[in-house]
């Protein structure tokens, strides 16, 4: 089942915030959406995943001009530095965290899966509520800066669950205009969060929650 409870993530995200203080590009649309999102009360401990629906849809820098896809907040950027390593695309997903998700990770408190890429800071976005867009590049496959083909320029949340185990879930928002589109503001579904990685690697679940630190 593509969501399954994962108390093991769940509860070492918990104690986040004690333990961690191509010529072929101009010719690829990208579908792709965000469709998960998940953060800890302090922001230290956040993923974005992303959805692919199709194949060859691997190229996040343009060949020509360096310049690699966006993922935006209302505060910081993420420059995508490399495409992903395979063009077999199709169901796969992109797993996008904090420093802090990483540095849980390699503390082996939990078993969460490894990141495809890894954002500049912690609190990308903030738990209060934010505003989030992956952008493509001027020239990588669409005519012109807009948002990846599959969704709206801009997701909107409002405030994110930060109990340490449920994350929003956002289902793919179809719209063909890819280049000017109002932001869309919902309240999206909520679920226990399941972050999974470009090798479809997936933390297992565990039967006890890990208590937080005091």
Known sequence: MRRTALAALGCAALV???????GQVFARQHLA????VFTTADGVVQFIEL????NNQDIYVNATTGVGFRLTSSTNTLVFPNNLPSNQTAGRSVLIVTPGYEALRMSGQS?????DFVLPVDNFFNPAGDTLDFLV??????PGEGSVR??????TFLA??????????IPDLPNDDVTDVESIEAPFPRAILSPINFTLTAP???PTPVPAKR
Not at 137 to 142: A, K, L, T, Y
Not at 150 to 155: E, K, L, M, N, R
Not at 163 to 169: I, N
């Open 160 to 169: 994110f669950p930060t109990d340490g185990f449920t994350s929003v879930m």
């Open 16 to 22: 986040s915030g004690s333990v961690l203080g191509a």
């Open 51 to 54: 959805s692919i629906e199709n």
């Open 150 to 155: 599959g969704q709206p320029d801009a997701i």
């Open 137 to 142: 590049p001027n020239g990588v496959g669409i």
């Open 204 to 206: 297992p679940p565990a």
């Open 33 to 36: 959406h965000i469709a998960e």
């Open 111 to 115: 078993a969460l899966p490894a990141p």
